[in-house]
């Protein structure tokens, strides 16, 4: 019998079927110095968001683009603290923000021509003449503005990656939330999409003789897989992080040697963070595999039942593609997703 499918997995499954050895991206036509059509298609974009310390968004910052230290273009960050600019030429560029009872920000970058850079957000560290601080935000209103974020980050704009939170101190999740990015990725139609995949391979290859051929045999493949996926993202993703308030997400570590980072992945699929912001032993994850693999002998034939050694066969090595999938998180998917490149600027 299969393990079942986790969040990660998809990820790194999808990844493996749809990533190739070239990197798709838009092609521009090497710009003349006499044509202006060719370097207006050159130009790209640039858009980010503004947070506070505690990851709640400041509307109103003032954000200046300056190319070579000349000022080109100024806006200010809206409602949810997010700033765009656009016709940006191609080349390195500078970024000030500066915001009421915060210390000014800079950050710098390159951009390639025609790119639409899309920066993680940027944190503005509290103004030293500074001695209150204004916390009326609730966290949970900092979470749901963090899950938007989440909830729009696909690699290669195709596959969902909802359990990555970039944002090294995020606001700890409530049970609510935690039950919606679960909702969220099992209903996602990569998520059906790659079940169907998964069960038309299983069918043509013989796998689960019990489930017989046809419409019928597919339909119980693909009824079978989507338990896993449903069991293994609710249990490991929800209900058990609710119970015993863990986080259910992989926060990315981005910096430091490789050697720190791949031991920092691989842990933590045993180690996650608490609602408390403390790292713990990842409960959460080892019993939802458990539990899904215990559900998961109520719907597969017969002969494929195994009991309990199989259970526990099956979280050992749902433990083990946990690990992989970090590593893929860690080192991999940041290249493939343009649209959520891991930057951010140190205070």
Not at 55 to 78: E, F, H, P, R, Y
């Given at each position: 019998?299969?393990?079942?499918?986790?969040?990660?997995?998809?990820?790194?499954?999808?990844?493996?079927?749809?990533?190739?050895?070239?990197?798709?991206?838009?092609?521009e036509?090497?710009?003349?110095?006499?044509?202006?059509?060719?370097?207006?298609q050159?130009?790209?974009?640039?858009?980010?968001?503004?947070?506070?310390?505690?990851?709640?968004?400041?509307?109103?910052?003032?954000?200046?683009?300056?190319?070579?230290g000349?000022?080109?273009?100024?806006?200010?960050?809206?409602?949810?603290?997010?700033?765009?600019?656009?016709?940006?030429?191609?080349?390195?560029?500078?970024?000030?923000?500066?915001?009421?009872?915060?210390?000014?920000?800079?950050?710098?970058?390159?951009?390639?021509?025609?790119?639409?850079?899309?920066?993680?957000?940027?944190?503005?560290?509290?103004?030293?003449?500074?001695?209150?601080?204004?916390?009326?935000?609730?966290?949970?209103e900092?979470?749901?503005?963090?899950?938007?974020?989440?909830?729009?980050?696909?690699?290669?704009?195709?596959?969902?990656?909802?359990?990555?939170?970039?944002?090294?101190?995020?606001?700890?999740?409530?049970?609510?939330?935690?039950?919606?990015?679960?909702?969220?990725?099992?209903?996602?139609?990569?998520?059906?999409?790659?079940?169907?995949?998964?069960?038309?391979?299983?069918?043509?290859?013989?796998?689960?003789?019990?489930?017989?051929?046809?419409?019928?045999?597919?339909?119980?493949?693909?009824?079978?897989?989507?338990?896993?996926?449903?069991?293994?993202?609710?249990?490991?993703?929800?209900?058990?992080?609710?119970?015993?308030?863990?986080?259910?997400?992989?926060?990315?570590?981005?910096?430091?040697?490789?050697?720190s980072?791949?031991?920092?992945?691989?842990?933590?699929?045993?180690?996650?963070?608490?609602?408390?912001?403390?790292?713990?032993?990842?409960?959460?994850?080892v019993?939802g595999?458990l539990?899904?693999?215990?559900?998961?002998?109520?719907?597969?034939?017969?002969?494929?039942?195994?009991?309990?050694?199989?259970?526990?066969?099956?979280?050992?090595?749902?433990?083990?593609?946990?690990?992989?999938?970090?590593?893929?998180q860690?080192?991999?998917?940041?290249?493939?997703?343009?649209?959520?490149?891991?930057?951010?600027?140190?205070?």
């Amino acid at each position: 019998m299969l393990s079942r499918s986790s969040p990660g997995l998809i990820v790194l499954l999808g990844m493996l079927v749809l990533a190739s050895p070239c990197r798709a991206q838009v092609l521009e036509a090497p710009a003349s110095p006499t044509n202006n059509s060719s370097a207006a298609q050159a130009a790209g974009s640039i858009r980010g968001t503004v947070i506070d310390p505690s990851g709640a968004v400041i509307a109103g910052a003032q954000v200046t683009l300056s190319i070579n230290g000349q000022q080109v273009q100024q806006t200010k960050s809206g409602d949810h603290g997010e700033f765009s600019f656009s016709n940006v030429p191609a080349g390195s560029f500078q970024l000030t923000i500066d915001a009421t009872g915060f210390a000014p920000q800079k950050f710098s970058d390159n951009l390639e021509p025609g790119q639409s850079d899309n920066l993680l957000p940027i944190m503005l560290s509290i103004g030293e003449a500074i001695t209150s601080v204004n916390v009326g935000v609730p966290q949970v209103e900092v979470a749901q503005e963090q899950i938007k974020i989440e909830e729009q980050q696909r690699v290669l704009g195709i596959v969902p990656n909802f359990y990555v939170s970039y944002i090294p101190d995020a606001a700890p999740l409530d049970g609510r939330q935690k039950f919606q990015l679960a909702l969220r990725t099992v209903i996602d139609p990569f998520t059906l999409l790659f079940v169907a995949a998964v069960a038309g391979v299983q069918q043509e290859q013989g796998h689960f003789e019990g489930y017989g051929t046809g419409p019928q045999g597919y339909g119980k493949r693909y009824g079978a897989n989507y338990g896993d996926t449903l069991t293994g993202t609710f249990f490991g993703g929800a209900v058990f992080p609710w119970l015993l308030k863990q986080d259910p997400r992989y926060f990315y570590k981005g910096t430091g040697g490789f050697g720190s980072r791949l031991y920092y992945a691989i842990s933590r699929s045993v180690i996650t963070k608490g609602d408390n912001k403390r790292w713990q032993p990842n409960y959460s994850a080892v019993l939802g595999d458990l539990a899904s693999g215990g559900i998961s002998n109520l719907y597969y034939p017969a002969e494929d039942r195994h009991g309990a050694g199989l259970t526990f066969a099956n979280a050992a090595l749902g433990l083990a593609s946990g690990a992989a999938s970090n590593v893929f998180q860690e080192f991999v998917v940041p290249k493939f997703m343009p649209k959520h490149k891991k930057k951010q600027s140190q205070p």
